[in-house]
């Protein structure tokens, strides 16, 4: 049985450094690929932050002096390793909520696949369009996603296959996935979706927000790589 994804980093709040862990060289990556781009921004807002660990991480080696948390899980948010000021809503609730729609951030990050958490596509888009809105003149908005032919990490027929699939039956529908974690005695799923570069070009776009980057890192590796089909992929994004 599928769950919210907010219940699911609740349950599963207790190992998400253990998660974090088995994935550092690919986070850390992109962590230092982000650190290198937000030279002299001075706020920066974390959309899905987790545990704040990443954030924190950023924001001190980018001398970033003001930050929020946006992390609807308040169970993740209570495992935060400083005091931040937290929003405790979703992303999808931004629009909504002129108290924190208002503010302008030189730096936003929606990191790890956040946005494959957010459904139906409409809502992706109205997620990113929003977060358009809430950058400074000059700002940044990084997002990372999960690549649906990334071969390295889900082998080449699959990948393969996959892409076939999309030539012969293309749906908004056809990255999503469920995302499954067992610790012991205790199971857990909830959905997910996994991108293409098309897919979020087109998304991008629609959002009102230009490619400046892409940038492939092997899942397993924590390498950047030439080839977009070994590798997860980050976008420096800006209106």
């Not at 809430?134 to 296959?161: I, P």
């Not at 067992?182 to 959002?207: K, N």
Request: one cysteine or more; a positive charge; hydrophobic letters at 35%.
């Amino acid at each position: 049985m599928l769950i919210d994804p907010v219940q699911a980093y609740d349950l599963i709040s207790p190992q998400f450094p253990r998660l974090a862990q088995q994935r550092k060289r690919y986070l850390d990556t992109i962590d230092e690929l982000i650190v290198n781009r937000v030279a002299g921004s001075r706020s920066l807002l974390d959309v899905g932050a987790g545990d704040g660990s990443r954030t924190t991480k950023i924001a001190t080696e980018g001398n970033i002096e003001s930050v929020v948390l946006l992390e609807p899980s308040r169970e993740m948010a209570r495992r935060s390793v400083e005091p931040r000021e937290v929003w405790a809503i979703r992303a999808e609730e931004l629009d909504g909520d002129l108290e924190f729609s208002s503010r302008r951030f030189d730096a936003i990050i929606c990191l790890w696949n956040v946005l494959g958490h957010i459904r139906p596509a409409s809502a992706r888009l109205q997620v990113l369009s929003h977060l358009r809105k809430m950058l400074s003149s000059s700002g940044k908005l990084f997002v990372d996603v999960n690549h649906r032919y990334n071969a390295r990490t889900y082998g080449n027929c699959r990948s393969a296959l996959r892409f076939l699939y999309d030539r012969i039956r293309s749906s908004e529908r056809n990255g999503d996935v469920t995302a499954r974690w067992t610790f012991g005695d205790m199971r857990c799923a909830t959905y997910g979706h996994v991108f293409t570069d098309g897919e979020m070009r087109q998304l991008s776009s629609q959002a009102g927000l230009k490619v400046k980057e892409r940038i492939a890192v092997d899942y397993d590796t924590g390498k950047v790589t030439r080839s977009i089909y070994h590798g997860n992929l980050l976008y420096v994004l800006r209106p």
